[in-house]
T-cell receptor, first 110, second 113 residues
Framework: AQRVTQPEKLLSVFKGAPVELKCNYS??????LFWYVQYSRQRLQLLLR??SRESIKGFTADLNKGETSFHLKKPFAQEEDSAMYYC????????????FGKGTTLSVSS | KAGVTQTPRYLIKTRGQQVTLSCSPI?????VSWYQQTPGQGLQFLFE???????NKGNFPGRFSGRQFSNSRSEMNVSTLELGDSALYLC????????????FGQGTRLTVV
């Protein structure tokens, strides 16, 4: 079964601390993986995708096929990073149907 | 350019009624997908349309249906509403199929009483 698991509902860190939001997936093929973010009162938007291997707003994520993980990391959290983060999987060649995890709320305090 | 537009923003319906939600994608986007968001289940995929054809369908009962028009605008319909259908319904559009960035609308908040 296709599934995305985000084990933490809430992650609270202090400004300047490292952040790691965990994401594990279950899929037998070669999925494409994404991180979407929703800031307060804003639309859900793409943060980054594994195929582009880029860093957005200081965040990076590496696909580990052996551990079926796609954890999101940032070395130094900022207060403006506070948001809801969703890990999502797009089954290969299956259109834009996205399977989302249940999300992790990141709270960064000073 | 204008983002994904969903109408109406809020709806209150009675059990047993039916409802139609509308989504206008970003100009040039041919793929439209729909999601149901609830506190308990999170974001769940309903269906995806590309060039007026349903390409993928999630695990929802047949009461949930959709369609896409030649101008890529999409509608979803829920018949015989149940209390559990109360949710935020999100629409997303993208340029093509296959793992491209999905642009989300602000959603329609449906309350079934």
């Amino acid at each position: 079964a296709q599934r995305v698991t985000q084990p933490e509902k809430l992650l609270s860190v202090f400004k300047g601390a490292p952040v790691e939001l965990k994401c594990n997936y279950s899929y037998s093929g070669s999925p494409e993986l994404f991180w979407y973010v929703q800031y307060s009162r804003q639309r859900l938007q793409l943060l980054l995708r594994h195929i582009s291997r880029e860093s957005i707003k200081g965040f990076t994520a590496d696909l580990n096929k052996g551990e079926t993980s796609f954890h999101l990391k940032k070395p130094f959290a900022q207060e403006e990073d506070s948001a809801m983060y969703y890990c999502a999987l797009s089954p290969n060649q299956a259109g834009t149907a996205l399977i989302f995890g249940k999300g992790t709320t990141l709270s960064v305090s000073s | 350019k204008a983002g994904v537009t969903q109408t109406p923003r809020y709806l209150i319906k009675t059990r047993g009624q039916q409802v139609t939600l509308s989504c206008s994608p970003i100009s040039g986007h041919r793929s439209v997908s729909w999601y149901q968001q609830t506190p308990g289940q999170g974001l769940q995929f309903l269906f995806e349309y590309f060039s007026e054809t349903q390409r993928n369908k999630g695990n929802f009962p047949g009461r949930f249906s959709g369609r896409q028009f030649s101008n890529s605008r999409s509608e979803m319909n829920v018949s015989t509403l149940e209390l559990g259908d109360s949710a935020l319904y999100l629409c997303a559009s993208s340029t093509q199929t296959g793992g491209t960035e999905a642009f989300f609308g602000q959603g329609t908040r449906l309350t079934v009483v």
